[in-house]
C-alpha cells in the first residue's frame, strides 16, 4: 500500500476559507467537464424556450394585439424580454433535478462523509448554474437577433437587462436547491414542471396583465417573471404595456427587490433542508 | 498490532415512527473484516449511517478511527471510506477524471490528487479503463471505481453498505478480492450484507442485528456451529430402498431422523461425524444399496440465520401476546 497522504491541515479561519473557496472550484469544475461533454443535453435545455420562441412569434404572434395597434404588430419586440425572463425562471427545474439527482445517486452522502465543506454541494451547484444561465441568455440572445429582435436601449442599459435576468436566476436557484432537496427522487423533480409552467406564464411573458380577468391579471402583475419582464423591456427600449399596480409601474425597483425576498426565504430553507439530511 | 478502530456502545435511534437502533453495540479492530447481517430494516444501514457521521443518533456513544462521531466528526471524515449502497460516481466525469475530483475534494493538491488517482487505478485494475466514463463500465468495474474513490486517503476504517449487490458473479468476485486487499493492508472493514456466502467468505466476525438490536456476534464457523451437529446424509438410487436407507441411519444416528421423499433423501443428526460415516459406509455395502449421495453436511450460514432470526421474531410475537393478555 502507498503511504498515507495526509490531508493538509486546515485549522486556522484564513485556510478554512482557502480550503472551503477550493472545494467550491473543484464542484464547479465538475459541472463544467458536464457541460463540454453533454453539450447535446444542454442544447435540449434550451429546446424548450426555443420551441416557445417560434411557436409565439410565429404561430401565435400573428394573432396577438398586445400594444393595441393591431394583431402581430411589434409582437417579437414584446415576446423577446418575456422569453428571456421566462427561460431565468424555469431553470430552477434545472437546479432542483441537479440536485435531486445528486442526492438520489448517492453523491450528496459520499461528499457528506468526506473531510470537505459540504456547502460545496450547494454553493458550487449555485455557480454553475448562474454561468449555465448565462450560456442560456447569450445562445437565446442570438436566436433573437436572428429572428428580428433588437435591443434599442444602450450598451449599459442592455447590460444591465442581462443583470436583472441573471438576478432572477440567481434568487431562484435557492428555490430549486430547496425543492430538489425536498423532492423523493429524480422522477418528482422532473414532475415540478407543473409547478414551473403556472410560474413562468401566468405573467406578462406572452401577454399583458391588463388583458386577463381581473384577479389573475393581478397574480400576473405581482409575479416576480413579470417584474423582471417589464423592467427589462424598458431598459431594451422594447414596447412595455404597463399597468397601474406597483409592481408594473415600479418595474425596475420590484425587479431587485423580488429576488432579493426570493433569497431571504428560500436561502434558509435550503440550508436547513440541507442540515436535516442529517436527521 | 491491533487496534480497536470502532468502538459504538448502546447506539439507539429514533425516526418520525419506528425505532432503527434500540441499544446496538459494535467493536471493529484494524485488519479486521466485520460482517453486519440482518433482514431489512433491521438497522444495519442506520448504523453505518451514524459510523460516518452522516446520521445524528440519540442515545449511546460512537468512536471510529479514535474520534468520537458526534463531537469529532471531521476528524473522523478524513480517517474513513464511505461505499454506500448506490455508486457514488460521476457517470459523466471519466475514471480518472472523477478520481482527481475527489482527492482535490479530500483536499490534496492537483499533484497529489492525479499521483493518487493513478496509484489507485492501477491497484484496482482500472488502468486500462482509466479514461473511460462509468457509465460504460460493467457493474464489477464501477464498484471498484467506486471503492478506489472511497480510498483516496487510504481510511483506517473503510464502510461498505451492501457492496454487491445487484453484481454479477464475476462483480462480487471482483469485489471480494478488492476487500480482502484492504483488510490485508491493515483496515478495517465494516461491511452489511444480506449475501450469507458473502458474509461467510468475506467475514472475520458477524454481528447479527434484527430490530435495532444485537442477536449474536461470532466467527461464521462459531454461527454455525452454535446450529449444533453435523449431518450425516444419506441420498437414495432408487426411492424404494429409502426405508431400508432409514433403517441404517437408525442404528447411527443421535435425534431425529428426516426423512425427505422429494429428495430421496435420510439425514440425521451425529455426534461423532467420522466413526458415522464409517459405519454407514460399511453397512451400505454389506445390505448392497447403491446411492446417489453419502455425506456429512454442516448447517449452512443460511440455516443458522434464518434459526437465528425466526427465535427474536418467535421472542417478539410471544411479546405482544403477553402484552395483549396484560391488556385483558
Keep these: 500500500m502507498t503511504a498515507t497522504l495526509a490531508p493538509l491541515p486546515d485549522e486556522t479561519l484564513a485556510s478554512r476559507i482557502k480550503w472551503t473557496l477550493h472545494d467550491y472550484r ?7 467537464v458536464h457541460l463540454y461533454r453533454q453539450p447535446v443535453n444542454f442544447l435540449w435545455q434550451l429546446g424548450f424556450p426555443i420551441v416557445m420562441v417560434l411557436l409565439f412569434v410565429y404561430v401565435f404572434g400573428s394573432a ?27 431553470g430552477f427545474m434545472n437546479t432542483a433535478w441537479a440536485v435531486a439527482e445528486a442526492k438520489e445517486k448517492g453523491f450528496v452522502d459520499r461528499v457528506r462523509s468526506m473531510p470537505m465543506a459540504s456547502s460545496a454541494v450547494v454553493v458550487g451547484r449555485n455557480i454553475a448554474d448562474t454561468i449555465h444561465a448565462a450560456v442560456d441568455l447569450l445562445v437565446l440572445f442570438i436566436i433573437a437577433i436572428v429572428i428580428g429582435w433588437s435591443s434599442d436601449g444602450t450598451f449599459w ?4 437587462a ?17 425543492l430538489g432537496l425536498l423532492v423523493k427522487n429524480v422522477e418528482q423533480a422532473g414532475s415540478l414542471f407543473a409547478l414551473a409552467f403556472p410560474f413562468g406564464m401566468i405573467s406578462s411573458v406572452f401577454t399583458p396583465p391588463e388583458l386577463m380577468p381581473g384577479w389573475l391579471g393581478a397574480i400576473a402583475a405581482w409575479n416576480p417573471v413579470s417584474a423582471t419582464a417589464t423592467a427589462i423591456r424598458d431598459l431594451f427600449g422594447n414596447p412595455a404595456v404597463a399597468g397601474d399596480s406597483w409592481p408594473e409601474a415600479n418595474a425596475l425597483a420590484a425587479a431587485i427587490i423580488w429576488p432579493v ?13 440541507f442540515q436535516n439530511l442529517g436527521r | 498490532m491491533t487496534t480497536t478502530t470502532v468502538e459504538a456502545e448502546n447506539l439507539g435511534k429514533r425516526y418520525k415512527n419506528n425505532t432503527a437502533l434500540a441499544g446496538f453495540d459494535l467493536q471493529a479492530t484494524s485488519g479486521e473484516v466485520l460482517g453486519l447481517l440482518g433482514p431489512n430494516g433491521a438497522g444495519k444501514t442506520t448504523t453505518v449511517r451514524i459510523l460516518t457521521t452522516l446520521l445524528r443518533f440519540d442515545t449511546g456513544r460512537a468512536t471510529v478511527a479514535g474520534f468520537d462521531v458526534a463531537r469529532d466528526a471531521r476528524q473522523v471524515r478524513r480517517r474513513i471510506g464511505l461505499t454506500a449502497q448506490q455508486t457514488a460516481v460521476d457517470d459523466v466525469l471519466t475514471a480518472r477524471q472523477n478520481l482527481v475530483l475527489f482527492g482535490k475534494l479530500f483536499r490534496l493538491t492537483k499533484a497529489d490528487a492525479m499521483r493518487r488517482a493513478t496509484e489507485l487505478l ?11 466514463q462509468p457509465k460504460q463500465f460493467s457493474g464489477g468495474m464501477k464498484r471498484r471505481l467506486d471503492l478506489a474513490a472511497s480510498m483516496i486517503l487510504a481510511p483506517q476504517v473503510m464502510f461498505l453498505d451492501e457492496p454487491t449487490t445487484g453484481l454479477d458473479p464475476a462483480g462480487r468476485r471482483e469485489v471480494w478480492d478488492a476487500v480482502s486487499g484492504l483488510a490485508a493492508d491493515g483496515t478495517t472493514v465494516v461491511l452489511t450484507t444480506h449475501y450469507l456466502d458473502e458474509a461467510d467468505r468475506l467475514c472475520d466476525r458477524i454481528a447479527v442485528i434484527d430490530h435495532g438490536r444485537n442477536i449474536v456476534e461470532d466467527t461464521p464457523m462459531g454461527l454455525k456451529r452454535q446450529m449444533g451437529a453435523d449431518r450425516l446424509e444419506i441420498v437414495a438410487a432408487e426411492p424404494d430402498d429409502l426405508a431400508a436407507l432409514r433403517g441404517i441411519v437408525e442404528r447411527i444416528a443421535d435425534g431425529d431422523i428426516v426423512v425427505d421423499e422429494a429428495a430421496a433423501s435420510v439425514s440425521a443428526p451425529v455426534k461423532d461425524p467420522v466413526p458415522a460415516l464409517t459405519a454407514a459406509a460399511t453397512a451400505l455395502q454389506d445390505k448392497q444399496i447403491a446411492v446417489a449421495d453419502l455425506g456429512l453436511r454442516r448447517p449452512t450460514l443460511d440455516e443458522a440465520f434464518l434459526e437465528l432470526i425466526g427465535d427474536t421474531d418467535k421472542a417478539d410475537t410471544e411479546k405482544v401476546e403477553t402484552a395483549k393478555e396484560a391488556d385483558k
Design chain 1, 64 to 90: 396577438m394585439d398586445v400594444t393595441g395597434q393591431g394583431a402581430g404588430v411589434d409582437y417579437v419586440a414584446y415576446a423577446m424580454p418575456g422569453m428571456f425572463a421566462m427561460t431565468m425562471a424555469f
Design chain 1, 261 to 273: 425576498v426570493i433569497t431571504l426565504i428560500f436561502l434558509p430553507l435550503a440550508v436547513r433542508r
Design chain 1, 26 to 32: 473543484a464542484i464547479v469544475g465538475q459541472e463544467f
Design chain 1, 157 to 160: 442599459e442592455t447590460l444591465g
Design chain 2, 122 to 132: 492501477d491497484q484496482f485494475g482500472l488502468a486500462d479503463a482509466a479514461d473511460r
Design chain 1, 162 to 178: 442581462f443583470a436583472l435576468l441573471l438576478w432572477l436566476r440567481f434568487a431562484l436557484i435557492w428555490v430549486g436547491v430547496f
